[in-house]
Structures are given as structure tokens and as C-alpha cells.
T-cell receptor, first 115, second 114 residues
Framework: AQSVTQPDIHITVSEGASLELRCNYS??????LFWYVQSPGQGLQLLLK??????LVQGIKGFEAEFKRSQSSFNLRKPSVHWSDAAEYFC?????????????FGTGTRLTIIP | DAGVIQSPRHEVTEMGQEVTLRCKPI?????LFWYRQTMMRGLELLIY????????DSGMPEDRFSAKMPNASFSTLKIQPSEPRDSAVYFC????????????FGPGTRLTVT
């Protein structure tokens, strides 16, 4: 069974600083990997996803993530954060076999932005 | 497209009452998921459907919880009787089922059981 670990429960960064949120997964085959963002009082919104090919994927709102098979990681990055990026971020993994659309989510990382 | 629609957005009820949460998935999506989110347990998958058929209900916490999907455009999650520990935000999500796994989430229903 697959699993996801987000080791950082809460991260605080200054506006304009760079950001990296960590995600480690466990899955036997090539995983499908996702990052979702949840603003307060909202549902989850997809930021980006990785299926295959280029290991550096670009998403919405200026986010990117890099798949590193050797480290079983899929860390999320942004070169310069904005106050509106304050939210909860979830990493998720899915199985690559067709017909199994289930995702396993990490526990989330709460991002606080300070002026 | 209007996205995934959930109702009500907020529900406050007393312990022992029946609660019904509703979800309308995105048209054309074949999979529907029900999640529960709490501070203590995070985001938990309760049950999911494929073409209106329940595929995996192993996350349903107790027999007090039941879910149905009578047609492709409607699903309910019922709790009977409700208990204070059921207080949480319940999300519905749907996906096309073409193998891309991209789930679209509704805004959630915040349930408070007093």
C-alpha cells in the first residue's frame, strides 16, 4: 500500500522569500504524485501533478515540484512567496494501475507568511 | 462547469439526530469520493464509488455511517444517529476515471454535533 509523509506540520516564511515543502512517498511502482492547496474554509485545489516524463513539473500560481525517484520525494517549491500563498498544502500519491483512482494524502503542511 | 456541489455548507445538529450530506459531482465524472477532515486525523477517505457502485467503504468509521449514489449526478452521506465526535468537515470529490487521478473537490460541509 502507498503512503505519504509530510514531515513539516507548520512552516513560516517571510513574504518574498523562497519556499520548499517536503513530501516523501512510499509506493512500489512509479507513482502518480500530486500537490493540492487548501485555503481556509475552502476545498482542495490541485496545484500540480506528476505522472511520467520530465521530473520537474510546473503548476499554477508559480509553484513547481521535482520528482526524485532515488529519494522517494516530490518537494514543492516557489521562488518568492506572496501573502496569498498562506494555506494548507497536501501531497498525495496514487497508484499507476488503471481503474484505481484512489489517492492517499499526507497530513498536510500549514504555511504562514509574515510581512 | 459549476464544479462539485455540496449541501448544506454548514450543519449544526444535536446528538442523536440524523444528518444527511449531499453531493453533486462534475458531469461526466465516473468516480465520487467522500472524505472527512479533522484536526486530529487529517483528511480521511470514507468511501468511493465508480459508476454509482461503491468500490471501497473500508474508511467508513461505523455502521452509523452510510453512503448512497442513486444516479450519476447525486450522492448522499448519512449519519444516524450522530455523535459529537462526528463533528468535522466532510468533502466530496469527483474524477473522470480516465486514469489521470485528478480529483476535483467540493467546498465541503462543516458538521457540528452538539
Amino acid at each position: 500500500a502507498q503512503s505519504v509523509t509530510q514531515p513539516d506540520i507548520h512552516i513560516t516564511v517571510s513574504e518574498g522569500a523562497s519556499l520548499e515543502l517536503r513530501c516523501n512517498y512510499s509506493y512500489g511502482a512509479t507513482p502518480y504524485l500530486f500537490w493540492y492547496v487548501q485555503s481556509p474554509g475552502q476545498g482542495l485545489q490541485l496545484l500540480l501533478k506528476y505522472f511520467s516524463g520530465d521530473t520537474l513539473v510546473q503548476g499554477i500560481k508559480g509553484f513547481e515540484a521535482e520528482f526524485k525517484r532515488s529519494q522517494s520525494s516530490f518537494n514543492l517549491r516557489k521562488p518568492s512567496v506572496h501573502w496569498s500563498d498562506a494555506a494548507e498544502y497536501f501531497c498525495a500519491v496514487g497508484q499507476s494501475n488503471f481503474g484505481n483512482e484512489k489517492l492517499t494524502f499526507g497530513t498536510g503542511t500549514r504555511l504562514t507568511i509574515i510581512p | 462547469d459549476a464544479g462539485v456541489i455540496q449541501s448544506p455548507r454548514h450543519e449544526v445538529t444535536e446528538m442523536g439526530q440524523e444528518v444527511t450530506l449531499r453531493c453533486k459531482p462534475i458531469s461526466g465524472h465516473d468516480y465520487l469520493f467522500w472524505y472527512r477532515q479533522t484536526m486530529m486525523r487529517g483528511l480521511e477517505l470514507l468511501i468511493y464509488f465508480n459508476n454509482n457502485v461503491p468500490i471501497d467503504d473500508s474508511g467508513m468509521p461505523e455502521d452509523r455511517f452510510s453512503a448512497k449514489m442513486p444516479n450519476a449526478s447525486f450522492s448522499t452521506l448519512k449519519i444516524q444517529p450522530s455523535e459529537p465526535r462526528d463533528s468535522a468537515v466532510y468533502f466530496c470529490a469527483s474524477t473522470r476515471g480516465t486514469g489521470d487521478h485528478e480529483q476535483y473537490f467540493g467546498p465541503g460541509t462543516r458538521l457540528t454535533v452538539t
